[in-house]
């Protein structure tokens, strides 16, 4: 049996069971879509698992519900997230690297996550957009901030894309002081988070307040403050690495 992935403009397409929940579609044949434009995804538990990117139906098939990728958290289980998360990320990439960017030729499949140009050669692999991540606390006070992208008033933590030459630790400071003003100390590693949105890898890490008067940049963000753990406002829901490093904060003694 193939496990069927099928995305429209990041939207996947789950298939509802008898008891009213979601699975991923699990049979032999396409459930719907153009045939021509599958492609084949690394082996998940030695089943095999295709990927599709359908056109924007107006009416969705029977069975099925169109969901974000996002919202499927809350659908999925963890494994079955994951997998979707990772197929979402080679299907991007996939569409988005058809050409060599050397000299413009086709690309075509050498292994299911590495393509080769029919020209000169030229080998890649699907490439991730590394972003960090920090929980910033002050005694008791835990640093959090409102990104102006954030479409739900919500608050979650300093967040930034790693640049080229600098180290985790030197982007983590670099985010800090440029959207804070303020400086950190012992600044530690939390762990990571595969982020398919559409390919982002997200590291984590906590930090220590150790000087400087926040400053919002406001072209980055619209509100932020020094938070008590009585006296919490709304946070980031559970699939993400802010929930996850708030949460660690929330249960400590």
């Not at 021509?36 to 690394?42: D, G």
């Not at 060599?100 to 020209?119: A, M, N």
């Not at 967040?159 to 800090?176: D, I, K, N, Q, Y």
């Not at 950190?184 to 988070?193: A, D, E, N, P, V």
Request: proline share 5%; aromatic share 12%.
């Amino acid at each position: 049996m193939t496990y069927w992935f099928l995305f429209t403009k990041g939207d996947i397409y789950l298939q509802r069971t008898s008891d009213g929940r979601w699975k991923l579609p699990q049979q032999e044949m396409l459930p719907f879509g153009n045939e021509k434009e599958v492609i084949e995804l690394p082996l998940i538990n030695s089943d095999r698992a295709k990927a599709l990117e359908v056109a924007d139906l107006t009416v969705v098939p029977s069975g099925y519900d169109r969901m974000g990728l996002r919202a499927s958290f809350q659908c999925l289980d963890a494994e079955a997230y994951q997998w979707a998360g990772k197929a979402a990320e080679l299907l991007h990439w996939h569409l988005s690297t058809l050409y060599c960017g050397h000299c413009g030729h086709p690309l075509r499949y050498t292994t299911p996550i590495s393509k080769q140009c029919e020209h000169c050669g030229r080998e890649i692999w699907p490439t991730l957009s590394p972003a960090i991540i920090v929980r910033i606390t002050r005694g008791d006070e835990i640093l959090l901030v409102q990104s102006n992208t954030f479409k739900r008033d919500y608050y979650g933590l300093i967040a930034g894309f790693v640049e080229t030459g600098e180290s985790l630790e030197e982007c983590v400071r670099r985010e800090v002081k440029e959207e804070t003003g303020m400086e950190i100390t012992k600044l530690r590693y939390f762990g990571s988070q595969p982020w398919p949105y559409p390919r982002g890898l997200m590291l984590g890490f906590t930090a220590q307040w150790k000087s400087g008067t926040l400053q919002l940049q406001r072209e980055e963000l619209r509100k932020g403050g020094w938070f008590h753990r009585d006296k919490m406002p709304a946070i980031p829901e559970k699939l993400s690495m802010a929930r996850m490093l708030i949460d660690d904060w929330l249960g400590e003694k």
